[in-house]
């Protein structure tokens, strides 16, 4: 049913529905990341509205947004730094930051994430969803049926490396299919583009897989099983947009300088 509303919102109204369903997500995602960041309440309300305040201001003065225009890309960027970078290194050395610190990752989190969607043409976003979804839904059937090595036990342990190899593979005939001639994108992966453009599919596949680990480690920081209890049965809307939130950015900047329109 979400899944629905989502697709009749992105393709069949205009594109300020849309922009504005972005921003409810956001506002919903800002309170949970706020009370898995240790505040109370009204604080957590306050910095979910505070971050869809700036995604609307960015809205505003970037209109019409294009992920080749400077300042959207220099967002992506620092987006992409940031989980390429810095969120491997938090994992790695199981770092407890401190709430100011958190606050501040919640802003790296979802504004980019926000601007990327509404930077994205609907049916390359849809693209990059799908890639999400079957890198997510292959994880979880391979590792269920040949997981035995541990990706990160100390933050969830039922993630494994065999999962990986398998959403790995699933992402690569995907993207394959997409770009045969006659597909979405046959007309503009050709070539030498083609080495370029696998690579960056398995990049944004890892990269999904680091954005539901970071979530599942400030969960586990918090001592939540959930982000929340917003969704019955899938728990927060940050459960339901951890790979989202980390992939987003990076493939709108990609898609800019690689795919060209």
């Known amino acids: 049913m979400l899944l629905a509303a989502f697709l ?6 205009d594109r300020i529905w849309f922009a504005g369903l972005i921003g409810l ?24 509205l505070g971050i869809t305040a700036i995604y609307a201001m960015l809205l505003w003065h970037w209109h019409p947004l294009a992920a080749a225009d400077a ?42 994430t926000g601007v990327a969607a509404l930077a994205l043409p609907a049916d390359r976003l849809l693209l990059v969803l799908g890639l999400i979804w ?20 100390s933050i969830s342990p039922g993630k494994t490396w065999e999962g990986v190899a398998g959403a790995a593979a699933a992402t690569l ?19 030498p583009v083609w080495m370029a453009y696998l690579a960056v599919v398995l990049l944004l596949c890892a990269v999904s897989i680091a954005g539901d680990l970071f979530e599942s480690a400030i969960k586990r920081q918090a001592g ?12 927060g809307v940050l459960d339901r947009i951890d790979s989202v939130a980390s992939t987003l950015p990076l493939a709108a900047l990609s898609f800019h300088w690689m795919v060209a329109n």
């Open 224 to 235: 939540a099983k959930d982000s929340g209890t917003l969704l019955p049965g899938h728990g």
């Open 8 to 13: 009749a919102v992105l393709l069949l109204l």
């Open 134 to 153: 079957i890198a997510d839904t292959a994880a979880y059937l391979a590792g269920r049926a040949f997981g035995k090595h541990k990706l990160a036990p």
């Open 71 to 112: 300042p959207e890309s220099t967002l992506f960027a620092a987006a992409a730094v940031f989980w390429l970078a810095l969120v491997p290194l938090w994992l790695w050395r199981g770092l407890r930051p401190r709430r100011a610190w958190l606050a501040i990752a919640g802003l790296a989190v979802l504004i980019p």
């Open 25 to 48: 997500v956001i506002a919903a995602a800002g309170r949970e990341w706020g009370r898995l960041s240790g505040m109370p309440a009204k604080a957590s309300l306050a910095y979910g």
């Open 173 to 191: 005939i995907y993207a394959i299919i997409c770009a045969l001639p006659g597909a979405a994108l046959g007309a503009q992966v050709r070539g």
